[in-house]
């Protein structure tokens, strides 16, 4: 997720949580780098009195608006400073949105972490096999290091010789849950959540998966318990965009 997906992923949740930033405002926080649900979090008093000055100094000084135009002066700097860039100020509107967004966003983070697992050892964890069968497509699969991600179509035969784990990444998968292999371990027959609760807190709850009569694993009691526990919490936003949200580092 590049920047300006990550930007307009934190405008929606935003958005969803009822809190409506200005174009303006919008532009001033990405070009100034304020980029992601945890550098929002950190604005306070300081940091709105640091980005009024760099507005009116340096984004609204004569070199760096002379070739901008009406719209986009507009756009940058509100409809009250667009004919006056360098004495740009912020106005309370402004600084009351300001605040409201780090006050969000930290009840965002409190409520939920990321989970990130390293390249280079989820590479060693996980060995990939392609299959060479011609499948549907499904989001997750232009990641490397996701097993049976395109697996959605597989024959009765093909699915009852999928281990429990490839069965858990499946469903993953399916659920458009990035990074799906840094979510789980397998003991046995006992899948043991490792989402994060906290920035220190692990989930670690297990989970007992079994088979039917078909040899087919049920992995139901892990998978309700990742939608109803983790999933979940994530009020006002749609099912697609909580699964980002669990391990998305660009996002924070």
Request: glycine share 4%.
């Amino acid at each position: 997720m590049n920047s300006e997906e990550s930007s307009e992923y934190t405008w929606k949740i935003l958005e969803e949580n009822h809190v409506i930033v200005p174009i303006h405002l919008k532009n001033i926080l990405c070009n100034l780098g304020y980029i992601g649900i945890r550098v929002l979090a950190k604005i306070d008093d300081s940091t709105i009195k640091e980005i009024e000055e760099f507005v009116s100094k340096v984004l609204g000084s004569a070199e760096m608006t002379k070739s901008m135009s009406l719209t986009e002066k507009q756009e940058q700097f509100g409809k009250t400073f667009a004919s006056k860039p360098e004495h740009f100020m912020l106005s309370p509107g402004d600084k009351a949105v300001l605040r409201v967004i780090s006050e969000v966003c930290t009840q965002i983070l409190e409520s939920y972490s990321i989970v990130s697992f390293p390249p280079d050892e989820m590479k060693k964890k996980f060995k990939i096999k392609h299959s060479k069968a011609t499948t549907r497509k499904s989001v997750g699969d232009e990641q490397p290091n996701s097993k049976c991600s395109s697996d959605i179509e597989l024959g009765e035969e093909a699915t009852k010789k999928l281990t429990l784990e490839q069965h858990v990444l499946r469903w993953g998968n399916r659920r458009q849950i990035e990074n799906m292999p840094s979510l789980f371990s397998i003991k046995d027959n006992i899948i043991i959540c490792l989402i994060k609760q906290s920035n220190s807190v692990t989930c670690n709850c297990e989970l007992k998966a079994w088979t039917d009569s078909k040899g087919h694993w049920k992995i139901s009691s892990y998978t309700k318990h990742v939608q109803q526990q983790h999933i979940g919490k994530f009020k006002n936003i749609s099912a697609e965009m909580a699964a980002r949200f669990l391990t998305s580092s660009a996002f924070f």
